[in-house]
């Protein structure tokens, strides 16, 4: 915020306390045989928060197979995706936040047509 009220200089330095600079990086790859395709990939992205319990670090992996015959192809793929918090449980009046072990898999199957 950018302002000489004092409200601003104070939201700025909390902000400038709690949230440094992220980074996000992905790797992946692709290996393809006949009409076969294998696809791997890995994520990892940084915490926003300075103080890493509230927020950790994700990380994450995706796995893929494909087969294509003639104007058609199939996919099926998995990705993961892991990041531990912490959160308070505003307006109940407990003060201890709860640690909550996040984790989200996803498979997709995917059919395509080609004209």
Not at 69 to 97: C, F, H, M
């Amino acid at each position: 915020f950018r302002s000489n009220d004092p409200f601003f200089n104070l939201q700025n330095a909390l902000i400038q306390n709690t949230l440094t600079a992220s980074s996000s990086y992905r790797i992946g790859g692709e290996y393809r045989f006949d009409k076969w395709s294998f696809r791997g990939g890995y994520r990892f992205e940084e915490s926003p928060f300075r103080d890493t319990t509230f927020m950790s670090d994700l990380t994450g992996y995706s796995f893929g197979l494909g087969y294509g015959i003639d104007n058609v192809k199939i996919d099926l793929s998995y990705a993961t995706a892991q990041q531990d918090r912490s959160e308070a449980l505003y307006g109940t009046g407990l003060t201890t936040p709860t640690n909550i072990d996040q984790r989200q898999d996803v498979y997709t199957l995917s059919v395509g047509f080609f004209f």
